[in-house]
């Protein structure tokens, strides 16, 4: 049976094998299970954690899947304690955050591909239903401080303060808009609300001179733009 320093030396040694891998080639080459073990080495210490990491992809199925697990889930896994699901979710909301930054640092929002992608790094994943506005000059460029969160509902009900929208776009001098929200539990088809609303917020907008580019709806499986449908003409 080997001693209490022996399997801490041989833990030390495989954490160490693992950053060094990732440090020469970043994740290439890794296994599922090696990466989830690489994450948890920062939030449980000397200790051997593949057996978790294994825990957690048979619960979750893949590294995403660890990822979008909520905190409770998370806990719930034998031997993963607050300190690692809060780990977990630290370095989920640092990605989130990062490809967020990435992609409002895109000098033009003028295609419907440029915006479903855009609102694809930002939507993904979420669990309630929230809906924001991108404020953008008349080149389409993103303005300063150019996407507001408007509201944030329920799973599946979000209620939208037109006046809000409004008096944000002349605070920033905009010259256009683009909607966006989410389906956490639908498709991305349209509901007879969603193209009342658009229409409604089209209309006020123009009285200010101000234009509704489009409206984006991602969902778990699919995305939706009005522009291409021709429903923002």
Known sequence: MLSEATLNRECYGHRKRLRERFLKSEFRGFADH??????????????????QAKKLLCRFRDVGGVLDAD?????GIDGIGEAAATGIKIIKALTELHLKNRAERQCRLDSSDAL???WENRMRGLKM??????????DLCLL????????????????????KILELALARHASCLILAHNHPCGDAKPSD?????????KVA???????????IIIAKNGKFSFREHGLVL
Do not use: Q, S
């Open 205 to 215: 907008a123009a009285a200010l001179d101000i234009t509704v580019i489009d409206h």
């Open 129 to 138: 239903e929230i809906f924001e506005v991108a404020y953008l000059d008349a």
């Open 71 to 75: 905190l409770d889930e998370l806990r």
């Open 193 to 201: 609300v969603d193209e009342c609303l658009t229409r409604k917020i």
């Open 144 to 163: 300063e401080d150019g996407i507001e969160e408007i509201e944030r509902g329920t799973v599946n009900r979000v209620h939208i303060n037109l006046r």
């Open 34 to 51: 090696e990466v989830v073990e690489l994450l948890l080495t920062l939030c449980i210490p000397r200790r051997d954690v593949k057996m």
């Open 116 to 118: 479903i992608k855009f």
